[in-house]
């Protein structure tokens, strides 16, 4: 899938990503009270999305930037589960190059750092569609989030499912299938979110 953002402009995404975050945690500050109000806010809007446990965990490390904002929230799931996704791409063309692997394991490795090539696309368009997203634009914003999201987690079930079998048994299958399986379900609690998030509003 061809998204209009290039991959070069990560870094730059990133850092009007942390600027934003900053500046609407600025009117918070870290006391104990704001850090249990925030953290709870987390793990009750967790409790909607499919994998709970993972969604409070991975997201209760940044309940002061998040505080009790839905937008905040969706947005930091997305930017949990894109450098997830990254982590797991790295690994993928590592292992892609060890030698000896099976012609079906090398072609599985092939097809799925192509999906979560584009899984990652998605995950990244859906990032700058939230940072710049307005009050004026929101359902047609929100929709096009959904879009992305929605694609990117049926690049990771796919991916996953080149790896299914008897055949596929070993250390790379495990490893692979252990890292997309997370990703995935980070996915799937990050689009959970970015549909409340979508509802509330409305």
């Known amino acids: 899938m061809v998204v209009s953002s290039s991959r070069h402009g990560l870094a730059i995404l990133f850092i009007i990503i942390l600027q934003f975050t900053t500046s609407i945690a600025k009117s918070f500050n870290n ?11 987390i793990r009750s809007s967790c409790t909607s999305t499919t994998y709970p446990r993972l969604c409070y965990r ?12 839905p937008r905040l929230l969706a947005l930091s799931a997305l ?24 012609p079906r394991v090398a072609a599985a490795m092939a097809d799925c750092i ?4 584009d899984s990652l696309d998605e995950l990244q368009q859906s990032i700058g569609d939230l940072v710049r997203l307005k009050r004026s634009n929101f359902q047609l914003i929100m929709s096009d989030v959904q879009t992305w999201v929605s694609a990117a987690l049926t690049d990771e079930d796919t991916c996953m499912d080149g790896f299914a079998g008897k055949s596929m048994n070993g250390y790379v299958k495990t490893m692979v299938r252990k890292r997309i399986v997370k990703i995935a379900h980070l996915t799937s609690n990050a689009l959970a979110l970015i549909n409340n998030y979508s509802s509330s509003m409305y």
């Not at 006391?31 to 806010?41: A, D, G, I, K, V």
């Not at 991975?58 to 904002?69: D, E, G, H, R, V």
């Open 31 to 41: 006391t104990p009270y704001h850090h249990t109000t925030n953290t709870e806010y």
């Open 114 to 117: 192509e999906l979560i090539g």
């Open 58 to 69: 991975s997201l209760s490390i940044y309940a002061t930037k998040i505080n009790t904002s």
């Open 79 to 102: 930017i949990v589960t894109f450098k997830a996704s990254k982590s797991s791409s790295r690994l993928m063309r590592k292992l892609a190059r060890t030698h000896g692997l099976k």
